[in-house]
Structures are given as structure tokens and as C-alpha cells.
């Protein structure tokens, strides 16, 4: 064999074709049978694979004589085995440690151009790397002979254990298949304790095994958790993004941000699969030019809605937990998604981690839930019925999902979807004529919604616009990070600030105590771009601030005035009675620490 693959350009047809049989059924036989034939002058690579796909076995020992029998002369392993290939058994190469640094494309990248590098880890005894990847498990026979043997082709391993709250303790395993890339998923240490659990749990991840192999695939797995855990604390896994330590950390898919530094904050079962609608991508400088495209005259509704997008988080400290803003219009060319698209990727990838109407109202709920304080949004909600647009909005502003029982128990699960935060959709008409089709008197939900009807942007086309705001693709989830670092660092002032903001917007706009919503929502979004603009992720003056704090006051004055004219006097005077009782505590909140 050694001759043959050494003379490739010289050794005759009937012995390559020996080598070949031998190279087809190495485990790595896709690339073995062209490195045994690629240096031949007449090598062709479609028909090396024809040649190699008719051939049904490996060559025996005799077959190989028969073609060159002076190269069997001297073989310590003649009269001893019937194949070459059984050669291939007893002690196995494993991969050196700097072979354990591989780049891979992940699972859910767009292109198989982009590649990680991954560290893998050094694996639990008696298994070890092979030296082309997939793990092997030393053993030796019983007359003390090596016996290593192959138990999985591909890369497998424990990246850490985490402490999942809903599926307790588990593994965060990683998985790298050849064509379909690098996938992250756990596995409850309880499904891992049967062969039929754990069978089913890494089969649709996409290991096929079956018989013995699962056995050694399942003992690996356990070792791999010991290992870990003799050196290792298993990680805190959290099921929502948000605020968390009594509001002295964030959480942005797996990063912790706190007052000094960012740390890794490992997946839970609930939010492994937003991971990747949660990383960083470009700069924050390039992403600060793109949002300067609404600091202009006239574009007003367009930066309220961003600093939306920031002011979100700052619902936690309100004593309304939530509010909706609707932008809509009729018309294409108003840039309504693209408001959508800026809000996201603040926290985001700007279209991945949007809301659209064909997701499932409990999906919606479920990812709200997730975000907890990062704004939700949601894509043409139009088409949906007049009862689904109800419910949606109804369930959104009550700030939890259902309450469900147990399967098979009279016991009450535990409720972990909650949020404050703020709503921001999008709809090609307006939301009010939908819920008086549903209800004669949707006065709570409009109570709590502000819409804005979009006018098509002057003085630029729908191709102008797709070319301006195409960098976002690739300038995202940048701005979350100093800016809630900011929010870490001055909460005190943060809350001062926002009652005097809402002070300024109540007096300013003359609203009433039945217009504390609208006054909760304008407080949230001036404050966002308040504390934006003071965290330098946007590049905005106080002149610019002003614009749109008076756009705001005077549509807000408008809204006030037109609701009092259809508002009956009694009820009227109820709310100005306790209106002075209001100002200066609406936005004191039961759930700051600081109050």
C-alpha cells in the first residue's frame, strides 16, 4: 500500500484499485480514495468516486499478493490477518492538542463562508479525539493488546453544565456535522440516564445511532458530565432577557452586562433558540450614522419610535407595566418596517428577532415573555381578525401569560412569562376601528395605545431608502451594550430624571389622570433618547432632543383635547381632582429598589 501511494503516478491499474478498496472503507474514505490517486496523470476526480462506488468490499491480503507479490515479502502482520484493513484496528491515532482548535461554519450561519474557530476540549478518560476528529475510546483486548475502537465519526463534546430552571440540571453539548455545520443543544441530565431518551434527544439534533453505539455514545456523555463537574460550578441559565440581580445586570442573549464588564450568560432551554437572533455584529459607529437619518425636521414620529427601542427597559420603573404604539398607514414607501428594523437592532439582528404576522399568538406571547423588558415587535398585524388584534393587545398589556394547570396533577404550573415593557407594531390602518369591531367599548386597550399615521418619506425612493438602511444587516446589537451600562451606573438619577421628564410632558400637554398611559409612553420614549444621547449611542444635540419632545407635547395636547369633547363633565372632573394627587408619583415605581 505504502509503494502505491508513494508511486501514484506509476503504479499499475490492478493494485490502485486494490489500495482503493482499502481507502473506500476507512472511516474517512470519502477523502482517502483521492488521496490515494490524485497525483496519477490521468486522475479524474468523478471518475476515481465511479471506480471506488463499484467496488463492494476491501481486498484481501490475497488479492493484494496476486498484484505485487514481492511486497508482501518481509510483513511481520503475514499468515496473522486476511485484510489490510484489519490493521486499522488495535491502537487508533488521536488528534495532537493543538488540533483541537477547528474552524467550522455554525448551523445557522447564511453562507458556508463564515467561520468560527471552536476550542475543543480534552476528553474525559478513556475516550480521546481521533486524529481526523469523532471520538475514540481506548481499550485493549485480552491479551492486553490495544483495542481502541471508533464509537462516532464527528465531533461531540460538553461545552460546560448548566442549572436550567425548568429542565434542571443539564449539558450544553455541541455537535459539528460535515455538511450541515455546528449546532449548540442541551440535554436534561435525566434524559440521560436511558437509552430511549437519550436516543431520541440527540437523534433530532442530528446524531443517528443505534444498537451498541448509542450505549457508548450515552457512557461518553455521562463521562463528559463528571469530568466537567469535578473542576467546573454549572452555570445559571435564565429564562428571560431583561433586568435581572434586583436591576443590576441586563441580559441580551448570552451576555450579561453589568456596571463594569460583560460576562457569558449561558442558554436555558427557553431562550437557546434566540441565541443567534442576539449576537453583535459591526460597529457602533456605523450603526450611530444610520440612525441619523431620521434626526431631522419632519421625521419626528420616526425617531419617537426609536427611542422607543431604548426607552423600553426604562418600563421597569413605571407604575404601568406596559403600553402599545402602532405606526400605520395605507400607503407603501413610509418606511413603517424600517422603524421596526432600527428598534431591534438595537438589542438584535434587525429582521431575526422582529415579530411577524404569521408567528402564532402563543409564539408571540411566549417570545414577549422572553424579552421581558426589550421592546416587542410586530410586523403588519393588519390582516389578522378583529378578535385576534383584541386578544393580542388585551393579553400583551396585562404583562403575563395565562396561568395553566399541571398535565395529570391538580397542582398550578409555575408562571415564568412575564414582561414591562413597551409594544411597537406596525399596520396599514388603524387599530381603533379593528377593536370597535370587537368591542362596543375598547376603552383599556385604547387607554394604553398611540398611533401614528405615516406619511411617504418626501425626497426619497423605496430604493434609496433599502440602500440606506441595507448596512443594518451587518451593524447590529452594539448600542445595547453601553448604553444599559449607562442606565447600571446613574439608576438613581435615572429615576429622577424620568419624573421630571414626565412632569415636563404632563404639565406641557395638559393631560389628565385618564391619560396616564399616553403619559407613561411619551415618558419611556423621551427618556430612552435622553439617556441614549447621554450613553453617546446616539448622536443627538439638545436642540435635536427639544424637536421631538415638542412634536411629542403638542400631539399628545391634541389627543387630550379631542378626547375631552366626547368625554362626559363628571367624568372629566373625577380625573382633574386626582390629577394633582398624581404628578410627581407616576413614575415612582414599587418595583425600583430605589423607592
Given amino acids: 500500500i505504502l509503494q502505491a501511494v508513494q508511486n501514484q503516478d506509476t503504479v499499475l491499474e490492478p493494485l490502485w484499485r486494490a489500495v482503493l478498496s482499502t481507502a473506500k472503507f476507512c472511516k474517512d474514505g470519502e477523502k482517502a480514495i483521492h488521496l490515494v490517486s490524485r497525483h496519477h496523470p490521468d486522475y479524474n476526480e468523478q471518475a476515481t468516486q465511479a471506480k471506488a462506488d463499484a467496488i463492494q468490499g476491501p481486498y484481501s491480503c490475497k488479492a493484494y499478493w496476486e498484484e505485487n507479490p514481492s511486497g508482501c515479502d518481509g510483513c511481520i502482520h503475514r499468515d496473522k490477518i486476511t485484510n489490510p484493513i484489519s490493521l486499522g484496528r488495535g491502537e487508533m491515532a488521536v488528534a495532537p492538542p493543538e488540533a483541537n482548535l477547528v474552524q467550522a461554519t455554525p448551523a445557522e450561519a447564511p453562507s458556508e463562508d463564515i467561520k468560527v474557530t471552536y476550542t475543543i476540549p480534552e476528553f474525559p478518560f478513556p475516550y480521546a479525539r481521533g486524529v481526523n476528529g469523532g471520538i475514540v475510546v481506548r481499550s485493549k483486548d485480552k491479551d492486553g493488546n490495544a483495542d481502541d475502537k471508533l464509537i462516532y465519526e464527528n465531533d461531540y463534546y460538553l461545552v460546560q453544565t448548566i442549572d436550567d430552571p425548568l429542565e434542571g440540571m443539564s449539558g450544553l453539548f455541541r455537535l459539528h456535522l460535515p455538511q450541515d455545520g455546528v449546532r449548540e443543544f442541551m440535554i436534561p441530565l435525566k434524559e440521560m440516564i436511558g437509552k430511549d431518551t437519550f436516543g431520541k434527544r440527540v437523534a433530532e439534533k442530528g446524531i443517528s445511532t443505534i444498537g451498541k453505539q448509542i450505549e457508548g455514545l450515552m457512557a461518553y456523555s455521562n463521562m463528559s458530565v463528571k469530568k466537567y463537574q469535578a473542576s467546573h460550578r454549572a452555570a445559571r441559565a435564565r429564562l428571560q432577557f431583561g433586568w435581572a440581580d434586583n436591576y443590576t445586570s441586563f441580559i441580551v442573549g448570552d451576555r450579561q452586562i453589568t456596571a463594569t464588564e460583560t460576562r457569558y450568560s449561558p442558554p436555558s432551554s427557553v431562550t437557546l433558540a434566540l441565541m443567534k437572533h442576539y449576537q453583535r455584529s459591526g460597529s457602533l459607529e456605523k450603526w450611530k450614522q444610520l440612525t441619523q437619518v431620521y434626526n431631522r425636521p419632519g421625521m419626528e414620529p420616526y425617531m419617537f419610535g426609536l427611542f422607543l427601542g431604548f426607552g423600553s427597559p426604562l418600563a421597569a420603573f413605571m407604575n404601568e407595566r406596559c403600553g402599545i404604539v402602532n405606526f400605520y398607514s395605507p400607503e407603501s414607501g413610509t418606511g413603517k418596517t424600517t422603524i421596526l428594523r432600527m428598534i ?37 398585524i393588519t390582516n389578522e381578525t378583529p378578535e385576534a388584534t383584541s386578544n393580542f393587545l388585551y393579553q400583551f398589556l396585562q404583562g403575563r401569560g395565562k396561568n395553566r394547570m399541571q398535565a395529570s396533577f391538580n397542582i398550578e404550573r409555575a408562571n415564568n412569562v412575564s414582561w414591562r415593557s413597551i409594544g411597537v407594531l406596525t399596520a396599514n390602518a388603524s387599530l381603533q376601528d379593528k377593536l370597535h369591531q370587537k368591542k362596543t367599548s375598547p376603552d383599556g386597550e385604547l387607554a394604553r395605545l398611540l398611533e401614528y399615521e405615516l406619511k411617504p418619506i418626501s425626497g426619497m425612493s423605496k430604493t434609496e431608502s433599502d440602500e440606506l438602511f441595507h448596512p443594518l444587516n451587518s451593524n447590529y446589537g452594539v448600542a445595547c451594550v453601553p448604553y444599559i451600562r449607562y442606565l447600571i451606573l446613574n439608576m438613581p438619577n435615572i429615576i ?13 400637554a395638559e393631560l389628565v389622570q385618564r391619560e396616564r398611559f399616553w403619559s407613561v409612553i411619551g415618558t419611556i420614549g423621551m427618556s430612552g433618547g435622553i439617556f441614549a444621547r447621554e450613553a453617546k449611542v446616539l448622536d443627538l444635540t439638545d436642540a435635536d432632543i427639544k424637536r421631538v419632545f415638542d412634536w411629542l407635547v403638542s400631539d399628545l395636547k391634541s389627543r387630550s383635547h379631542v378626547a375631552r369633547e366626547v368625554v362626559p363633565a363628571n367624568v372629566t372632573a373625577v380625573g382633574e381632582r386626582s390629577e394633582e394627587r398624581r404628578v410627581g408619583k407616576e413614575c415612582r415605581s414599587r418595583w425600583s429598589p430605589y423607592h
Avoid: C, W, Y
Avoid at 408567528?359 to 410586523?379: E, K, S
Avoid at 424620568?498 to 404639565?507: A, E, K, L, W, Y
Fill in 496 to 508: 429622577e430624571a424620568m419624573n421630571g421628564t414626565q412632569r415636563s410632558i404632563d404639565q406641557k
Fill in 344 to 380: 431591534t437592532s438595537i438589542f438584535g439582528h434587525p429582521d431575526d428577532s422582529m415579530l411577524i404576522k404569521e408567528d402564532t399568538q402563543m409564539a408571540r406571547i411566549n417570545r414577549i415573555g422572553v424579552l421581558q423588558n426589550i421592546a416587542a415587535t410586530v410586523d403588519e
